[in-house]
Structures are given as structure tokens and as C-alpha cells.
């Protein structure tokens, strides 16, 4: 068996949540999380027990340190994870107020991430793992950090994982031309994508999602639409599956497609891993649970639950556990 069940990499940065529900120009304290999501997805898989690698370059500063001894403290193995003396560590400020919108920030224009190249791939993670996943995010931070990205889904998929994609974007970081092309680059090494419905539209405008990406080789499209719940494409067949959504008091709305992915890929990994319909509604079941406990906390990481916690979710059992 391969030693790991997932592995992803990419840019995880450190976070500046403003405290309550302060709008960020008027926020007068902070609560440190960590944040990015690929660290965000290693996280949730490895809280419901799955073994989950991670690399990718921080600072050689404090923020870096934190990252790594809070993502170790999940379980998560980060013995590939660079530290740049050169380069400092991302960070992500940010709010969360109900009643305006959600403000974000970034500090990651020459981070250490920015300089991940092919060099810097741990070639005995990528052909250890049953299953590697990426986003655009990284792809977009370089050319270096794309030849990276591409060379390690063929790395894993060479060595037979499974390679998810979700594209992820972020127009902070890019143009929605420059995004369509490296989402487009990147979609040709992968079998599983992981999308959003708005940011479908931008990276391939008037083509449904699963068409564009069927044509450049995937066999699963799912489509997450946030209230109006996901849908679970099968390329081969034209077959698409529907799941709603859990609700939820929403608190703090972001981390929910990263939160979603992990119920998903979390379902696949534990045996849910056929075409069936059942299987299907399961992954986007799950997916959507998992969603709706993130987005009922504040910041991204806190509501991503534990085994026990989803199961019990998921069997509708006690709400008070006494």
C-alpha cells in the first residue's frame, strides 16, 4: 500500500483574521490561523484520519515555523516543506463581518513560495500517494511554480495516484485570460476536477464546465454552486448526480470549497470510489457536510472535523454529546 493516502503542496501562509465582526480598516486585533488551501485540505483530511503528505516553501521566520508546528500538530507530514532563508513567508489578512462584505488582503509578492520550482519536488511523496491534489494558486504564483505543479502531476500519475484539480482562482493573483490558460494546461494531467461554478464561467465562458474539461481529459467534473448545492459529472456517460446543501447559520463563508473537497476526496478514499449514483451522492453528501461545518465558524481551519464528529453528523445522530 502506498504509504500516503493524499498529498498536496502549495502556499501556506500564515492569517490575520480581524477579531469579531470588525470590518478590516477598523479592526484593532487579530487572531493568527493558519491559511491556503492546499494547507487547508491537508488539514481536514488529516483530522478524519486519512495520511496525508505536504510540501511546498515558507520563510525561515516565525510565520514559517508556525505553519510547520501547527500542520505537524494535525498529523500531517511536512518533512518536505522548505524553509527560505532568503524569502519570507506569505500572509493573508482578512475579515469576516455578517453584514458587509468579506475584505482580503495579501502579503505574498516574492514569498518563498513564489520561488517553488521542479527542484524542489519530493519525488518519494509523489510516488507514495494514492492520490495527489492541486490548484490553480500555485500554477499562477510563477513559471517556476507551474513547470513544478505540472511536472508533479505527472510524476504521481506516472506512479498510478489518482490527480484532482480545482482551479481555484483568484483574480488578485491573475487576469481571467491568464487563468483560463493555466487552468487549461493543467487540466490535461488531471482525472478529477473540483470547481466552482462562478469561476467555471471565467475560465471557459459559455462552455459548461463539464464539456471544457471532459475535452481535455477528465472523467469526473463536480461543480460546487454554493446554496444551490453541487453536481457530480461522469465524462464517459453523460451521467450527472445532484446534492444539496446542509444548512447552517453561515458565519464566515470562506474555506468552504476547500472544506467541501475534503469531505469529497474523503469519501472517495474510504471506499465511495465508484461511478454509482450512490457513491456519488455520498461524496457530494459528504462534501456538503463538511462545508457547512467550516462556514459555521470563524476562519478556515477551525470547523474542519474530526472522524467521530463527521460520522455523527453524517448518521444524524445526538446534537448534544454528553
Not at 485540505?41 to 514559517?64: I, P
Not at 485570460?177 to 470547481?195: E, F, H, N, Q
Amino acid at each position: 500500500m502506498p504509504e500516503f493516502d493524499l498529498v498536496t503542496f502549495g502556499e501556506p501562509m500564515a492569517l490575520l483574521l480581524a477579531g469579531g465582526d470588525v470590518p478590516l480598516p477598523n479592526a484593532r486585533d487579530f487572531v493568527l490561523q493558519v491559511a491556503g488551501a492546499e494547507s487547508n485540505l491537508a488539514t481536514g483530511l488529516a483530522r478524519l484520519g486519512h495520511r496525508v503528505g505536504y510540501f511546498g516553501r515558507v520563510g525561515a521566520d516565525n510565520f514559517g515555523e508556525r505553519i510547520r508546528r501547527e500542520l505537524r500538530a494535525e498529523g500531517i507530514d511536512v518533512s518536505a516543506l522548505i524553509s527560505d532563508p532568503e524569502r519570507p513567508t506569505g500572509l493573508l489578512i482578512r475579515d469576516s463581518p455578517q453584514a458587509a462584505p468579506i475584505t482580503v488582503e495579501y502579503r505574498r509578492a516574492a514569498s518563498a513560495a513564489t520561488a517553488l520550482s521542479p527542484d524542489d519536488l519530493p519525488v518519494d511523496l509523489l510516488t507514495a500517494t494514492r492520490w495527489l491534489h492541486v490548484t490553480g494558486i500555485t500554477a499562477v504564483l510563477s513559471e517556476s511554480a507551474l513547470a513544478a505543479t505540472i511536472t508533479a502531476m505527472t510524476i504521481a500519475a506516472e506512479a498510478g495516484a489518482t490527480v484532482s484539480l480545482d482551479p481555484n482562482v483568484r483574480l488578485r493573483l491573475a487576469e481571467a485570460d491568464r487563468w483560463s490558460t493555466i487552468v487549461g494546461r493543467l487540466a490535461g494531467y488531471a482525472k478529477i476536477i473540483l470547481t466552482g461554478r462562478d469561476e467555471s464561467e471565467l475560465i471557459s465562458p459559455g462552455i459548461p464546465a463539464q464539456r471544457w474539461y471532459a475535452d481535455r481529459g477528465a472523467e469526473i467534473v463536480v461543480v460546487k454552486d454554493g446554496g444551490n448545492g453541487s453536481t457530480e459529472y461522469h465524462c464517459a456517460t453523460g451521467q450527472s448526480v445532484h446534492g444539496g446543501v446542509r444548512t447552517v447559520s453561515a458565519v464566515d463563508s470562506v474555506g468552504a470549497g476547500d472544506a467541501f473537497n475534503t469531505g469529497w476526496i474523503s469519501s472517495w478514499l474510504s471506499g465511495a470510489a465508484t461511478t454509482t449514483a450512490a457513491d456519488a451522492e455520498l461524496r457530494l453528501h459528504t462534501g456538503s457536510v463538511v462545508a457547512s461545518m467550516v462556514v459555521a465558524t470563524r476562519g478556515d481551519t477551525p470547523g474542519l472535523p474530526n472522524r467521530p464528529t463527521l460520522d455523527r453528523v453524517l448518521g444524524r445522530g445526538a446534537d448534544v454529546d454528553r
